[in-house]
């Protein structure tokens, strides 16, 4: 995964592998490459620690998480919508 989205070996997050077209995280530049590093200021290593961060935040009733992402070098935080349940 590393090497087809040219990531350095020794980067830690979720290589996001796909966005939905339509979606709030495409209007705020996510695309497949970028890396989350952090949700809501906590570290991630899984695609399963990043759906329970969402679930967490839309159990609790918020509407965003935060992420911190890594685009080719360029870090920085993002906040994007979450969809509702159902």
Known sequence: MAKQFEL???SEG???VDV???????EKGLRPGTLV?????EKVSSPAEIAAKVEE???AGRR???L???QGGDIRFVAVR???EG
């Open 57 to 59: 935040a839309r159990e």
């Open 37 to 41: 590093v952090e949700i809501n200021q």
């Open 64 to 66: 965003t998480v935060l």
């Open 68 to 70: 911190l992402i890594d």
């Open 82 to 84: 979450i969809k509702k």
């Open 8 to 10: 350095d070996e020794d």
């Open 20 to 26: 939905e077209r339509e979606s709030n995280a495409r």
């Open 14 to 16: 979720v290589v996001i």
